[in-house]
Each structure stands twice: as C-alpha cells, then as structure tokens.
C-alpha cells in the first residue's frame, strides 16, 4: 500500500512513511486508500487473541512490506509486557454504557497501545528501505506520549530518542515517569511554554532543511513517535475492532449493530483511528470527541471553524491541554474530498491567522459522523463522583472528561419518550493512579498536596491496586533536569548536542 501526504507532492511506501514521520512539506501521510474489513474476517477475528486481532489490522496497511508474520511476531512480544491476559479489557458499567481500559500497558497510558509496537515497525521498515542511518526520534508531549515513546525505543540499537514537554504542563507522575528514564539513549528536556510550543518546535525542526542536512553530515535522519506518525496511528485502529468484537462474542450486540465511541482527545489521533475504522467497514454511528476547558475541537464541530485565538488553561486532564490538534488535519484532507492544495493552505492560514473555516458541505459530513462536546473541571468531578458512587468505578481526569460529554451527548439523542439503546464504549485512557490527587478529590472532596499520600488514600478509597512501576518512582533519583526556553534555536541546539553524545547524564544519588 501506498500512502500520501494531506499536502500533495508525495507518495511513499509505509515503511517509508513510517520512517519518515512527517512529509517533506510537513503534511501527514495517509493511506492512498482505506482497505476493507469483510464480514467473513470479523467473524474470524473474533476468534483471536489481543495481539493477533492488532496484527490483522496492521497487515491490511503493513502486511504486503513488511510481512504478515513478522506483525504477528512483534504483536505478541508487545502486548506481552501488559498486566493481566487481556491487554485492552472491555468493562461494562450499566445498561448500554462500557468502558475500554487501555492503560494496563508498561506506562499505564494508552499511548502504550502503539509505541510498544512502532519500535519494531521502525527498524523493520528501515531494514525494508535499506536505511542504515541512525534515527532520532523527536517527540513532543503533553504527558503521556513522551514517557511510552521513552520506554519503547529504550535501549533499541540504531535509535535515539528525545522528548519536550511543557514545563508546569504535565502532571508531577508523569513528569517523574520521564524524569527518571533509564537507557544510554534517551535524552528529556522541559521547555517554558505549552504542549502547542513544543509541538511546533519540533514540527518546525522536521521541516527544517538546515537542521536535517545537519543531523545527515552525522549518519542521523529525524523520525517521530506521535501520532502524526502513521506507525503510531496504525495500532490504535486495532481497539476500536477489538471492542466491537467483544460485544459480540459476549452477546451484546450482533454483526451489523452500530456502537458509539466517546473519545477524550486533544491531538485528535486517537479518535481519529476509530474514524479510521469506520472507513474500513467498523459499523460505528457517532464518534464523540470529548474535550476539557482547552474546547477549540468542540467549537469546531459546532461552528466550522478552528480559531486558537483564545485563552490556554491547565486543566486537571494535563494531556488534553492542546489547542493544535494536528491529526485533525487528516480528517480535513478526507472532508474535503482529499483536496491537498486546500488543506495545505488552510494549515497556513492556521499559522498565519490563528484559524480557519471550513464549507457548509464539509460540517454537514462532520455533524453526521462526529458529536463534539466539553466538560469544564466542575463537570469532570461530578461525572467521576457519580460513577464511583453509583458503580464504584474509579477512572483518571481523562476519562472523566468522557464521561461528562458522554451525558451531555445521551441528552443531546434522547427525549422523555424516546430513549437511545445503542451501546456506546468509553475510552479510558490512564491509570487513575497517574493522577491520584486530582482522582482522590473527585472521588472524595479530599484535598492532599504529595501524589504519593494520594495514592495511598486513594487506595484505602478504591481497593485499587496501583501499579508497582508508579509506586516505584517515589524512591527513583532524578536523571534529566534541563528546562530549556522556547526558542527554536535553543531546542536545535540541545538535540545537536544529544545527537552528538554529549547529553547521557547520570542518576543523582538520592
């Protein structure tokens, strides 16, 4: 299969967009076309494991290049580093209403789903095109991507790996999560400003002929572990099919039954594969994208335009606190009728002026296949003492984001004589535990400063057992401690360094 970049000019093989990251022009890679899921294969899906489910998705992409035994392979291996026998367990809470837990993986985050998988798809793909450069994968995050992206290419041969987070931006465990990463690899660097400063720092890097002509004179090309990457996409279309699969074979539903999917999404890439599956034949009615007070998707969905003029606020849901959702620009291309010259220039006039508006046409097709809705933190804590109260299920900030949209989404379908009975499937997407003061004063009014005592009380409320790799960073000395300012040239210069092996600094003795 061959893929194509939202802004014209390339097409290039997934290996080579998976190597690649980011089109020359800065576009995203996309498939030349979405492939088909027949019911015949469903129904054999259903049959599967975790990880054999994830692989067939991935060969309908990945499995001419790259060979369908080597993604059963590197699926196995994986997902074998999740808690429990089902790396993605499917809960039911009440009535039509489930829970999709994807944080049982090494960094209680969903971001897990996929960067276990790219380190492998990365060298394969590389030993495909016949790369033998060394790659830097640069990254930036708002809490979680930064952390899975670490512990993945950890140590892999032929890889670096380095991540900007925003300083102040990120919850205290997953800065500690980064902050104490092991690996000769590795390199981690706060910088003052937001998720949106880093991310277009490192987008600019990308596209920067002189930065990457630099890195070549040093046998390095530049490579990424979020999701504007295809390879990390890829994965994630895998547990939209895993759910609906197991609805079927716990008799919920039948095949054919829609479902809806609620999303808590700042960077659009996860609600984006489950978009994804619906084109290849996924029987999805509504995608609900669920937002916090940073809400510049859900007025997009409501008004058809994308303005970032506005007020950035750090919320209680840290990975969420986005303004530019840069996987939105692949769901832009599709809309417009894969119009690249239009989607190029509505990214410029995002530069430029700070927005931009989409056709009549256009939001006609996004109202019908999307419902975009926010929570402010008030309504966050009511959705999660509700669920808990009521259920006795504890869930992260994220998901409690999703639970609120979720309500104000029934509302939105439903009237006193008409009530919607559509299974729908929430999208939990951390560890309650990654974020124990927020989730301890949700569930229980009670108010502490140390996240380790949060955790602690909020295992006395929950019987939850928290994960041993959060309970561990308590007594592990800090590694990285470089805040660098916002300036492209600083940042350039930091990844020189790492680059050149200068930046590998030892654990502080605590």
């Known amino acids: 299969m061959y893929f194509i970049s939202t802004r014209g000019g390339e097409r290039v093989t997934g290996a080579q967009a998976i190597v ?21 294969e469903m129904e054999r ?32 291996k994986a997902y074998s580093s999740f808690e429990g026998n089902d790396p993605v367990p499917l809960v039911k809470i009440d009535g039509e209403m ?28 590389c ?85 990457n002509a630099e890195l070549a004179k040093k046998h390095i090309r530049l490579s990424s572990a979020n999701s504007i990457n295809f390879g990390r996409l890829a994965p994630q279309i895998a547990y939209y099919f895993s759910a609906y699969l197991d609805l079927i074979t716990s008799e919920q539903i039948e095949y054919g039954d829609e479902i809806d999917f609620v999303v808590p999404t700042g960077n659009f890439g996860d609600i984006l594969a489950g978009w994804y599956a619906k084109q290849m034949g996924l029987p999805v009615r509504k995608l609900v994208c669920a937002s916090n007070r940073n809400k510049v998707l859900a007025d997009f969905f409501e008004n058809g335009v994308y303005d970032v003029k506005r007020n950035f606020f750090r919320t209680m849901s840290p990975s969420m606190d986005i303004l530019v959702s840069s996987n939105l620009e692949r769901l832009l ?59 006795g299920y504890a869930m992260d900030t994220h998901t409690g ?34 974020f124990p003061q927020d989730v301890l004063y949700a569930l ?29 960073l308590r007594y592990r000395p800090l590694r990285f401690k470089t805040v660098v300012a916002n300036d492209l040239d600083k940042m350039a210069a930091e990844i020189m360094r790492f680059a050149d092996g200068e930046i590998v600094p030892v654990p502080d003795k605590k």
């Open 127 to 211: 030993e495909v095109t016949g790369i033998d450069d060394e790659i830097l994968i640069l990254t930036a995050t708002s809490g979680d991507t930064g952390k899975a992206a670490l512990e993945g290419f950890r140590d892999v041969p032929g890889t670096k790996v380095a991540v900007f987070y925003p300083d102040e931006g990120v919850a205290k465990m997953q800065r500690l999560q980064m902050c104490i990463q092991d690996g000769d690899n590795v390199f981690v660097s706060a910088v003052k400003g937001n998720f949106d400063d880093c991310q277009r720092a490192v987008k600019r890097l990308f596209s920067s002929e002189e930065f």
């Open 45 to 76: 899906m259903a049959e599967m494991t975790y990880p054999e489910r994830a692989a067939f998705v991935l060969g309908k992409y990945l499995a001419e290049e790259l060979g369908a035994d080597f993604l059963k392979e590197v699926c196995e």
């Open 401 to 434: 984001v999703a639970l609120a949209v979720y309500a104000k989404y029934k509302q939105s379908i439903e009237t006193e004589e008409k009530k919607d009975t559509t299974p729908i499937v929430v999208l939990s997407t951390a560890n309650p535990y990654k």
């Open 444 to 472: 229980s009014g009670n108010d502490v400063k140390d996240s380790f005592k949060g955790i602690k009380r909020l295992n006395l409320l929950t019987a939850m057992k928290p994960p041993k790799s959060l309970l561990d």
């Open 333 to 391: 291309f599709e809309i417009s009728g894969r119009d690249a010259k239009l989607t190029a220039e509505r990214m410029q006039q995002l530069a430029e002026k700070k927005e931009y508006h989409i056709t009549t046409k256009e939001k006609q097709i996004l109202d019908k296949e999307f419902f975009g809705g926010f929570s402010s933190e008030d309504d966050t804590v009511e959705a999660m003492y509700e669920i808990f109260e009521e259920y």
């Open 20 to 40: 690649q990251g980011l089109a020359k022009n800065g576009g995203l890679y996309v498939p030349e076309s979405f492939p088909a899921v027949s019911r015949e």
């Open 98 to 125: 489930y829970i999709l837990e994807l944080f049982h993986g090494p960094t209680c985050a969903f971001k897990d789903m996929a960067l276990t998988v790219l380190p492998y798809l990365l060298k394969k793909s």
